[in-house]
């Protein structure tokens, strides 16, 4: 990708500017960047300009650290893009991004985005301090620690929220029936993140709960499908409410049990044009009635696979509109172990519906009322029970 191509040529740019300065070629003379590089990529010397200033004039050169430097200019660059997905992590922020994707971390458990110009809560985890904080879908973060949010990139606000075990983090939040915001102090703790689990409900209807698509969850996935298959069960409900998604082809995976071989699962839509991503596996579950919970904390590779479900089978959702994350970013690794997220595609349902902003609009809307909630009631399963027993009574005629 021509993107990846000049990610490269910065980086050559800059070990050129480091090498130079060592050895003292001037490093303002336009032609370097032109023999290497190319007229095309001339601009560049601009920072090298810069490099050399700072590292010849600054009057505190022992705070001049070359790696932060360089670090800095990357994250400028991917600032610049003004794409809030797309995000740069230094070596030490790669590493805990990884721990984050395999379900263990130290924080307070709550998926955060931004979304008008508000850092905004997609959904809080199962069981998380966030959780029993009262912290909800929807919830808007005015400050962390009293450092407001407005200017923050999300890799900031995470890691302000972030911190050790049993240390405090307190949360200025907005909600929408409130009048005015209100702070929540938050206790830290080692965070687990479960993937998937499941119960028979009503004697014969399987409950499936994703809470996220992270390495885990396809083989916890695949027990769980022979338990299921083995069991009393004639209807499914497939839960994703607060499932803020993940890694895509583990949802991929998972899909391939509900369609059919060679079935469209996704569209993407890059610079290359649209791709299909079609399932490669056999349709486990074509004889059950299923349904779909979603809400406002479902996103991402949950609302693809919800999407698809839809789209191919005709699967009833049930609930509130999902968060509306359109895009799907690869992790690209840089040299010295930093990395890139950044945005390759916008994707769209299998019959070309984007949902970038909008979400997936439920078939039936059923809401969440913060009554039910502190009263631990839940409309939404109750009504999705109801759809199932009558798919499955129907199936009996």
Do not use: C
């Not at 660059?77 to 809030?84: R, S």
């Not at 929807?138 to 995470?158: A, P, R």
Request: glycine letters at 8%; hydrophobic letters at 40%; proline letters at 3%.
């Amino acid at each position: 990708m021509k993107s990846y191509k000049n990610i490269l040529i910065f980086f050559s740019l800059l070990v050129l500017i480091f090498v130079s300065f060592f050895v003292g070629y001037s490093i303002r003379d336009i032609r370097i960047a032109r023999k290497f590089f190319g007229p095309e990529y001339t601009e560049f010397t601009l920072i090298m300009e810069a490099y050399q200033t700072i590292r010849s004039d600054f009057i505190y050169p022992d705070k001049i650290s070359t790696d932060e430097l360089i670090h800095g200019a990357v994250q400028g660059m991917v600032n610049a893009l003004g794409d809030q997905h797309t995000v740069f992590f230094n070596p030490e922020d790669s590493k805990k991004f990884l721990q984050d994707a395999d379900g263990v971390f130290q924080g307070v458990g709550m998926e955060i985005g931004k979304r008008d110009n508000f850092l905004k809560v997609i959904a809080p985890m199962k069981g998380t301090p966030a959780e029993a904080a009262g912290i909800l879908s929807g919830d808007k973060i005015i400050k962390i620690n009293e450092i407001e949010t407005k200017n923050l990139s999300i890799e900031e606000s995470v890691s302000l929220i972030r911190g050790p075990e049993g240390t405090d983090v307190v949360l200025l939040i907005l909600r929408n029936e409130w009048s005015e915001p209100k702070r929540i102090s938050i206790t830290r703790s080692i965070i687990t993140t479960p993937s998937i689990k499941w119960e028979m409900v009503e004697g014969d209807i399987a409950h499936i709960k994703f809470y996220h698509f992270h390495r885990k969850a396809y083989s916890d996935f695949r027990k769980i499908a022979m338990e299921i298959i083995d069991s009393p069960a004639k209807g499914i409900i497939l839960d994703m409410r607060n499932n803020s998604g993940g890694y895509l082809d583990i949802a991929q995976k998972i899909g391939d049990s509900f369609f059919d071989r060679g079935e469209v699962f996704v569209i993407e839509r890059s610079l290359e044009g649209d791709r299909e991503i079609k399932s490669r596996g056999v349709n486990r579950f074509s004889k059950f009635p299923i349904v779909v919970l979603i809400n406002r904390g479902s996103a991402s590779a949950s609302e693809i696979l919800a999407g698809a479900l839809r789209d191919n089978n005709s699967v009833l959702l049930i609930g509130e509109n999902s968060f509306g994350k359109g895009s799907i970013q690869a992790l690209e690794y840089l040299s010295d172990g930093s990395a890139i997220k950044i945005t390759v595609a916008h994707w769209l349902t299998p019959k070309g519906h984007t949902i970038s902003d909008i979400g997936l609009i439920p078939d039936i809307v059923v809401e969440m009322s913060i009554e039910d909630i502190k009263e631990e009631r839940d409309p939404q399963l109750e009504r999705a029970i109801e759809v199932t027993r009558e798919m499955i009574y129907n199936l009996l005629l």
